[in-house]
Every structure is written in C-alpha cells, then in structure tokens.
C-alpha cells in the first residue's frame, strides 16, 4: 500500500458516505469493514468489541467466514486481539501464528493470513473494541498503515458511542458514568456541600470528525497551537496574573509540551490524514490517555496529566471556548471540581454560587485551600482519577469533615446528608440568632471573642459572626497568593479595607510571617534542615528591614487618624521586639517628616510563640503594648514535638498540666502589669480548649470566624468560679493530660463544647 495520507483521507470520506446512507446498523459495519478492507489493500478487517463482562464479541468482517460474526468471542487479554484490548495499543506482527498471544479460532477460517494489525479503538481513554486487518503474506505494516488503522478507529469510536452503528446496550463502553460512587482524599477545608458538579476546566465534545477541507484544518490548527503558546507565555511573564509555585510547574510543563516536535507532527498528520483539527487533537489525545492508563510510575503520569491537560486547553482554543466556567452560567449549588486551581481563579468565580471544591492534587497549605477556608468553602483533595468518574452536571457530594467525595450517590446517603445540612443550618442560625449578645460566661465574666484573617474575603465574617474586631489579621497571605511582592499601593489598600472593614472594632495586623510552611511562590528559598525553626518571621525581616520597613509605611498610612495595632510574629527575645519597634518609630519619623497624618493611636504588640520569650516576661511587659499568644507555634517549641509530624500528632496535649502552668504564668503575668493579653492559635477556637483558657483566666481569645458561635455558647453555659476552683487542683497533677477531666465538668455541669 502506497504510504500517503490520501488512502485513509479516501476512507473517511466513504465512512462518512456509508453513515448517512438508510441501511441497518449491521450493514453499516459490513460496509465499513469491506472498505477498509480494500483501502488498506487487506484480505480481512474485523471489527470486535466489548461486551459487558469483559468480552470481545466479533461483530463485523470482511474475509473471515461471516458465520463466525457474533459467535466468535475472546477474553481481554486472550489471543492477539485480546492483547491489544488489555494494553490499549497496537500490534503489528508479519507473522501472527508465532506470537506468544496468539489463539487459534478454526470457525473464522484465519488460518491463510500470516500478517495481521489490531488497533485498539477507543474513546475517552476506555478500549470499545479492536480493529484488525490481516494478510495472507508475512507483510510488515508501514508507520502510516499502522496512523491510518488508528485514525480509522477513533472515528469508528465516534460512530459506535454515536449509537449509529450497534445498539448501544448491546456493549460495554465502560463510558456510562451512572453508578454512585465513592473517593477519599484529604481535608483540605472543613464543612459539607452538596450540589451539581461543574468542572473548572470544562471539556469540550468534538462534534465534527472528518474534515471538508485538509488545508484549512492544518491552518486552524496552525493557529490555535500559536495561540496557544502566547497564551502560556503570557501566563508565565504577566506579572499581574496570580499564579502559585505549583502552577507554574504545571505551565512550565505545558509549555514544554506545546512546542514538542514530537507531539506536534502527530497531531498534524493526523490532520493530513482527512481528521479535522479538533478530532485530530483527540485522536493524539486518546494515545496519550491510553498510555496513562498503562502506566504506573506516578511521574510519568503526571506528566502525561500535564499532556492531556494541555490538549484540552488546545481543544478550547479550537473551539473559542473560555478556559475555566468562572464565566458560564453556574447552577445556584455548584461543586468545583478540578485538577489544581490557583487561589485568583477561585477568587474569579461568583462565592454566592460556589458551595465546595473538590481537588485530585493539592495540600492542606496550598494558596487555593486558604483562599477557600477565608470563604468558607469546604474543600476535599487528593482524589486521584476523580474527574474521570464524573459528568458535569452530576449530583455530588463533598464532606470536608470526613475528606470523603460522593459522586451520584444514593437515595439514602444523599438524605442522610441532607439531615446533616439542616441540622448544620439550625446550628448556624443558632449561632447567627447569638451574634449581637455578649460574651460572658453566667457568672458575669466578660471574655472578647475576636477573629482570625487575612484576605479581605474574610471581612464579611465580621458582621456575620458578631465578632469584636480581628485580633489577628495575617498579613502573609496577600504575599502568598499574589505572583509578585504586593507593591505599596497594593498593601495600602489592603489595610484601608480592613480599617474600613472593622471600623470602631480593633484590628490587629501581624508582620510577614513567611518562611516554614509559608512559602511565596515567587521566591526561591534556600533550602533548611529545620525550616519551622529557621530563617522565618520576624527573623528574617529583621535580616532584609527593607521589606518590614515598607509594610510598616503602608500600615501608617492606611491607619491616618485612626488606631493602629501592629504585632511581630516570632519574636524570641526582648531585643528583637525593640529592634522591631524602633523601624515603626523610624517609620512614624518618616511620616511626620514628609507631612502624613500619623495614626490617632498606635499600640505595638508581639505574639508570644518562642517559650524563650516567656522567660523575659518581666523585661518584656516594659516594653509591649500587648501580647498575643500563637499556641500553635508555641506547643510545638514548647513540647519539641513537630506539629506537621503525623507519629507525633497527639502524643503531647495543649490540655497538659506543663502547657496550662506555662500558659497561666504569662496571662497572670501581663495582667498583674495591666498589659492586655490575647490568645490567637487554633485551641481559641475549640470550646473545651477555650473554656480551659478562660478558667486560667484570658479574657481575649480570637479564632477562625467559624467558631465564634460554638465558643460564644460554650461561654454563655459556663460557671467561672466553679471551673477555676476546678482548675486549681489540676495544675499540680502529674497525668500526662487534663481532657477528660475538663471534659467531664462541662458534661456535669451542662457547658456546651
Ligand atoms: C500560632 O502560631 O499560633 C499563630 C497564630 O500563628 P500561625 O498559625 O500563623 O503560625
Ligand atoms: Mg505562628
């Protein structure tokens, strides 16, 4: 057979003919068998496909004794046609009978043909069935033939998925995504939606396979891919488009895969070969799946991911389709579904529609999961291979408490779930209803409960939750999300915002925190063995006072005339705190020197999370403003127990006597100076951790604006005296915890925690 693109050209055309032609489903496959046949110069073509239960049935040929159509049938996996089923990929033998799969089916009359090609023919990386030709020489198919069979075979797919050529119920497409089904990942963001899947990246149906015209399809395609690639460029140059560390790898990877050689020149030919440029991108991308489903080194996959991915966002091109639904039309409960997403393409959507995100990659750190927890948006991710068990549209279900992911459930499973929203929803309400009312325990102990922040996604909360300012506003996470270094104006803003936000409430603003676990993905940090106790916070902007400095002057300024609280995260010794102080001083200096309004009042504050600085306490309260205490950073010094090290995850105990005498020493501490004293980690926003705290006696404890209500109704049961007078005799003990003891207290005496 002459190797030119002019031969499976010729044959799309005809199939396209034999479609449209009014003759039954059956006679239709004879007919396309018997032209492949005679095209590609072969004695046999058949055509097998897949039959529920893991069969390959035969259901058309062209030189094989015809009785053996619908009679003769293979396990995937047996024989050369079984062979090519399992591992979605052709094979091209000159002398079949020798083959080690090879299994002798005396009723087809093979036993002339001693060459023999099968393709896989498949669809949406699922094996529908083989095609085959054969010969009776010991002919050795060309690199075109074996193109052209494969072209011939995606469109083949096209037609059968189609349900013009076979009944549909008759085979086993392994494409009806219909059943429930069920995936575990990890938590990324508390909380439980349901709703309508809506993919973030949307795929997009090829319609048209078989090309009008070859040269305007080879130009389309020209040009999509140039788009394509200044689309990527842009991507990666432009400064203001937020994207993460991970994000760029995965565009550096597209990049690298738009302008391969390689995968450029298939998709070409297989535009030359009559496809039009759309089914010509599905037909390299239905290689790509089937080499993914074959392969077990997770590198390789993701990089094949990478692949597939980017044949999508090609195929969008084509289309004039937008690269992610932020714009489309979204059902009133959608659930975002996507590979990895950046926290400005979150942002981009419209919140009062986004109920929960689902992710197959990402970590709990990641900038998307903290852009969703300040929305308060449940997230559930590493899910591998989930968005290949969905169908936009679908009925899902994401339950950030468990990380599980249900996808169709079940009658039952989606009522259950429905009784758990209500009864969320009551709660909610319950907590809303409780907004306005103080926070004091019945024994008249006023407690300020404040809350944690940081985007200005979060200022909503403050009025939702009733919340009496922000005792912690990280400053870290606009650097965090954005690509570059926030500029002045930038930062400005921010902090405007926020002021305008809390208006007569305080606001606490932390300095970069950055370092540990809080990376920016535009720098390169160098790498440490211990990075938690390494060059981080106020360490290193002390080390680079240029970047504090500049903070600082945004604070002032966005503070004029009004108060302004500004704390230092990571401080470990009083100079450090004064070293901090004097930049703000230098800064306020500055101000007054080029005629800026100064703050009515500024307080200067450190968080207290380095146990060495509670020994300075003495010298210390000389010199601060306020403390605020980071428990988290704090029990993990404290304890020198790791807190990201799973082995380790409740060894030690916040609810210990060590950490509660450590803890009572420094509230006992500021209040005998009258320095005001807060306690901003996680355990503020735990009742039992919280009730704990307020019988050691904080009056100030901020936390994730979620559990404002939960803490403020565990104070309003609470007896103060009576859990001091309890407490007094627990300090001394020698168990390795206080929990249960706390625990049973709030039971007997009726404390909601
Ligand atoms: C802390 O360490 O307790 C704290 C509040 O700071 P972060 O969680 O931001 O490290
Ligand atoms: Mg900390």
């Known amino acids: 057979m002459a190797p030119t693109t002019a031969g499976p050209r010729l044959l799309l055309k005809r199939m396209r003919e034999i479609m449209v032609e009014r003759v039954s489903p059956q006679a239709r496959l004879d007919k396309i068998v018997s032209i492949i046949a005679s095209n590609m110069v072969a004695e046999v073509c058949s055509i097998y496909l897949t039959r529920p239960g893991g069969w390959l049935e035969l259901f058309a040929t062209e030189g094989l004794n015809k009785s053996a159509v619908h009679s003769t049938r293979l396990k995937i996996g047996e024989g050369i046609v079984g062979d ?97 089904w069920r995936g575990h990942g990890v938590s990324f963001c508390e909380g439980i939606a349901m709703g309508r899947a809506v993919l973030h990246e949307p795929r997009v149906k090829v319609e048209k396979l078989i090309a009008d015209n070859v040269s305007d399809e080879r130009e389309r395609l020209d040009k999509a891919i140039d788009d394509l690639r200044s689309a990527i460029d842009e991507m990666l140059k432009t400064d203001d488009t937020v994207i993460t560390g991970e994000t760029r790898d995965v565009l550096e990877a597209y990049r690298m895969f738009a302008h391969d050689r390689g995968w450029l020149s298939k998709l070409r030919e297989a535009v030359m070969s009559g496809l039009t440029a759309e089914a010509a991108v599905e037909r390299v991308q239905n290689d790509t799946r089937a080499r993914m489903a074959r392969l077990s080194d997770p590198l390789l996959r993701d990089r094949l991911h990478d692949l597939d991915d980017l044949a999508n966002r090609l195929l969008r091109h084509l289309m004039g389709k937008a690269d992610t639904s932020a714009h489309e039309a979204l059902p009133a409960d959608t659930l975002l579904f996507a590979r990895t997403m950046g926290p400005a393409e979150l942002l981009d959507y419209d919140r009062s529609k986004i109920r929960g995100l689902v992710l197959e990659e990402g970590s709990p750190t990641s900038h998307v999961a903290i852009v969703a927890r300040a929305l308060d948006i449940p997230v559930v991710g590493r899910i591998d291979g989930i968005l290949d068990q969905l169908e936009p549209g679908d009925w899902v279900i994401a339950d950030g408490d468990t990380a599980e992911v249900h996808i169709r459930p079940a009658h039952d499973v989606r009522e259950a779930y429905r009784h758990k929203l209500a009864l969320r929803a009551q709660r909610q309400a319950a907590f809303a209803a409780m907004r ?132 230092f995260p990571m401080v470990a010794e009083v100079a450090e705190f004064r070293a901090a102080r004097a930049l703000v001083d230098r800064e306020l200096d500055r101000l007054a020197n080029t005629g800026g309004e100064p703050p009515r009042k500024i307080r200067v504050g450190t968080m207290l999370e ?67 004293v807060t306690l901003c980690g996680e355990m503020a926003g735990r009742p039992l951790e919280a009730m704990a705290l307020v019988g050691m006696g904080f009056r100030s404890l901020s936390m994730a604006p979620a559990s404002i209500g939960p803490v403020k109704q565990m104070l309003l049961t609470l007896n103060y005296g009576r859990l001091s007078a309890l407490m007094a005799g627990l300090y001394d003990s020698s168990e390795h915890s206080l929990r249960e003891q706390l625990k049973q207290f709030a039971i007997s005496e009726g404390v909601s925690i």
Do not use: C
């Open 84 to 180: 090519v089923a399992q591992h979605a990929r052709p094979l091209n033998l000159s002398d079949a009978p020798m083959h080690p799969s090879f299994s002798y089916r005396p009723e087809t009359g093979e036993d002339p043909y001693q060459s023999m090609l099968g393709v896989p023919v498949l669809r949406g990386g699922r094996t529908l069935g083989v095609l085959a030709v054969q010969n009776r020489t010991h002919r050795h198919y060309g690199e075109e033939e074996v193109e052209a069979l494969q072209t011939v075979a995606m469109v083949l797919a096209e037609m059968v998925v189609s349900g013009s050529l076979i009944d549909l119920g008759e085979i086993d497409t392994g494409l009806r995504r219909d059943r429930p």
């Open 436 to 567: 306005t009312q103080p926070s004091v325990t019945k024994d008249g102990e006023q407690v300020r409960l404040l809350m944690n922040a940081g985007l200005l996604a979060d200022l909503p909360h403050i009025e939702e939750t009733g919340a009496e300012g922000i005792g912690l506003f990280r400053t870290e996470l606009q650097f965090m999300i954005s690509s570059h270094v926030p500029r002045l104006k930038d930062m400005i803003s921010l902090y405007s915002a926020v002021l305008e936000g809390v208006g007569p409430r305080t606001a606490v603003f932390r300095t970069l925190d950055l370092g540990g676990d809080k990376v920016l993905p535009y720098a390169r940090p160098a790498p440490e063995e211990n990075p938690a106790m390494g060059w981080r916070a106020i360490r290193m902007t002390l080390d680079r006072p240029a970047l504090l400095r500049y903070q600082i002057r945004a604070l002032l300024r966005a503070a004029a005339a009004r108060d302004l609280d500004i704390m």
């Open 610 to 676: 380095v146990p060495a600085l509670a020994f300075q306490l003495p010298t210390l309260l000389n010199f601060v403003d306020f403390i605020s205490v980071g428990s988290n950073d704090l029990m993990q010094f404290f304890f020198a127990s790791d807190r990201g090290n799973p082995r380790l995850g409740g060894r030690y105990d916040l609810l210990s006597p060590p950490m509660l005498n450590f803890l009572k020493g420094i509230v006992e501490a500021a209040k005998a100076r009258g320095v005001p």
